[in-house]
């Protein structure tokens, strides 16, 4: 089986493990918490991390494919906000997404060797 046969195959699980979260996410009441590594997280913050493991290892799957895998801007943006408060945005937010996962760099801003994210309950009002 062929790179790009792979490639297409893991794309399709990545696509299917987004929707057992979807649906775990929807069938849990927003006040639930569990825990994390970085911390307990609600509901919405998990539908983050996953939002953010599925478009970065699809850009990681898609760079084997020699596909393009930049994720779209509005899932990016989302996503940047809740999980990486600490994260400026410059340029696009998938570029600013992808640069905070430490999968590129550029000469004015270095690739990250480190990061994390930011999943705590937001504080409601």
């Known amino acids: 089986m062929g790179t790009?046969?792979?490639a297409e195959g893991l794309l399709t699980v990545v696509e299917a493990c987004g929707g057992v979260l979807a649906a775990m996410v929807d069938s849990t009441a927003p006040?639930?918490?569990?825990?994390?590594?970085?911390?307990a997280s609600d509901?919405?913050?998990?539908?983050?991390?996953?939002?953010?493991?599925?478009l970065v290892h699809t850009y990681d799957i898609a760079q084997g494919a020699q596909r393009d895998g930049k994720p779209p801007e509005d899932?990016?943006?989302?996503?940047?906000?809740?999980l990486f408060p600490d994260v400026p945005m410059i340029g696009?937010?998938?570029?600013?997404?992808?640069?905070?996962?430490?999968r590129i760099?550029?000469?004015?801003?270095?690739?990250r060797?480190?990061?994390r994210w930011y999943?705590?309950?937001?504080r409601r009002q």
């Open 4 to 6: 790009r046969r792979r």
């Open 31 to 39: 006040t639930v918490l569990a825990p994390h590594v970085f911390g």
């Open 43 to 54: 509901p919405e913050g998990f539908a983050a991390m996953g939002v953010v493991e599925t």
């Open 75 to 82: 899932l990016s943006r989302r996503a940047l906000v809740r």
């Open 92 to 102: 696009d937010a998938s570029s600013t997404l992808l640069w905070a996962t430490g």
């Open 105 to 111: 760099g550029s000469p004015e801003r270095p690739r």
């Open 113 to 115: 060797t480190s990061w």
């Open 119 to 122: 999943g705590a309950p937001r």
